[in-house]
Nanobody, 118 residues
Framework: VQLVESGGGEVQLGGSLRLSCAASGFTFSLYSMSWYRQAPGKGRELVTTITSSGATSNFLDSVKDRFAISRDNAKSTLYLQMNSLKPEDTAVYYC????????????WGQGTQVAVSS
C-alpha cells in the first residue's frame, strides 16, 4: 500500500498549488480520502474530506472557498487545489485513506511540504 503526495513547494502570498496523492495497493474507490496538514510546532489537523461517493466536507473555515478537494478513481489519485495561499497555510500536507465501512483500515502518505511566503 502506498500513498505518495506531490505538488508541494514554495509559493508567494496569493499563489496557487495543486497537490496530488497517488494511491496504489488498495481499491481506491472504496475509501474516503482526506487531506490533513501539520504546521511547524502544531498538531495535525483535518483540512477536507471526500467520500467514496464524491461528497466533500471542509473542516477548516480558514480554507473555505480557497481549497477544493477532488478525486479521480480511474487514476486512483486524490487532489487538493489550493488558491489564494497565505503564510498560515504553510505546513506539511498529508494524504489519508479510510475504508468506507471498515474505519480501522487507514493509510497515510509521507507528506509534502507547502511553504507560503509574504
Amino acid at each position: 500500500v502506498q500513498l505518495v503526495e506531490s505538488g508541494g513547494g514554495e509559493v508567494q502570498l496569493g499563489g496557487s498549488l495543486r497537490l496530488s496523492c497517488a494511491a496504489s495497493g488498495f481499491t481506491f474507490s472504496l475509501y474516503s480520502m482526506s487531506w490533513y496538514r501539520q504546521a511547524p510546532g502544531k498538531g495535525r489537523e483535518l483540512v477536507t474530506t471526500i467520500t467514496s461517493s464524491g461528497a466533500t466536507s471542509n473542516f477548516l473555515d480558514s480554507v473555505k472557498d480557497r481549497f477544493a478537494i477532488s478525486r479521480d478513481n480511474a487514476k486512483s489519485t486524490l487532489y487538493l487545489q489550493m488558491n489564494s495561499l497565505k503564510p498560515e497555510d504553510t505546513a506539511v500536507y498529508y494524504c489519508h485513506a479510510r475504508h468506507r465501512s471498515e474505519s480501522r483500515v487507514q493509510y497515510w502518505g509521507q507528506g509534502t511540504q507547502v511553504a507560503v511566503s509574504s
